[in-house]
């Protein structure tokens, strides 16, 4: 499971945005925001990270067991691939 | 250790504030911005929640009749449409009888080029928008009148 090419992550104000590419109108409407955590499991999934690397990146970061961070990481995911932004 | 919160990824329109650079860098860049926008000023050209517009870079000046989106000096972001030129602009929105005068030009951020309305996207030039705007605002003080009419029997019903 990876991100998709045409989508980068962009950092606007206090606000994470997943940014659609290529496109020459922005639509706003629906636009995918992420906070900060949801940012970091973002960049593990960019750069080729898996649900492993991912959980590992959450207790190595904040003070969260590794059941919970897998459980949080499983519902990220499922957001995720119903916002359409992951590939296999 | 930093404060753990959980992972959120919400699909969710964003405030106009919180985006606005990304808007302006977009607009920069020659790029057009979609965006729903919120209140019932515009009405009944815009539904909030349902209709949509096409925001583009902003051209040297605006003309009478152009839908701006624009800054007020309280910080508020507004989209109402120009109803007077001169060395500032006033605007009013669709549904309202107060114009704001004295807008300057350095105030305004975009221009509306096309709105979406029942999944059509229709261009400002098209005729039967361009009918629809000066019909609406020239017929505003009949629309006063009838408001204040129906307002009053509403009030004599109660």
């Known amino acids: 499971m990876k991100v998709k090419g045409n989508y980068a992550l962009r950092q ?21 925001t992420l906070n900060e955590t949801g940012a970091l499991l973002w960049k593990t999934l960019e750069q080729g990270g898996d649900r492993e690397a991912m959980i590992r990146a ?5 003070d969260v067991s590794p059941e919970r ?20 | 250790m930093n404060k753990y919160k959980i992972p959120a990824a919400q ?6 504030d919180e985006l606005m650079p990304l808007i302006r860098e977009q607009l ?4 057009k911005v979609r965006f729903s926008p919120q209140g019932v000023s515009m009405l009944p050209m815009l539904r909030q929640g349902v209709d949509s ?18 800054r007020r000096a309280d910080g508020r972001y507004i989209l ?6 001169g060395d500032t602009y006033t605007c009013m929105g669709d549904n309202q009888f107060v114009p704001e005068p004295g807008l300057e030009h350095r105030q305004m951020i975009a221009l509306v080029t096309s709105f979406c309305r029942d999944g059509r996207e229709i261009p400002v030039t098209a005729p039967g928008y361009r009918l629809y705007c000066r019909f609406w605002h020239y017929s505003r003080s009949l629309r006063r009148f009838w408001r204040r009419g129906v307002n ?3 009030r004599c019903l109660r």
């Open chain 1, 12 to 32: 606007v104000a206090k606000t994470w945005v997943v940014m659609p590419l290529g496109q020459a109108t922005l639509d706003l409407d629906g636009i995918l």
């Open chain 1, 58 to 62: 959450l207790t190595g970061e904040y």
């Open chain 1, 69 to 88: 961070a897998g459980a949080d990481v499983d519902r990220f995911l499922g957001k995720l691939a119903d916002a359409g932004v992951l590939e296999e």
């Open chain 2, 11 to 16: 699909s969710r329109f964003a405030a106009l």
């Open chain 2, 28 to 31: 920069e860049q020659g790029r």
């Open chain 2, 53 to 70: 517009v096409v925001l583009s870079p902003l051209p040297e000046r605006l003309e009478k009749y152009d839908l701006p989106l624009y």
């Open chain 2, 80 to 85: 109402h449409r120009v109803v007077k030129v």
């Open chain 2, 152 to 154: 009053f029997l509403r």
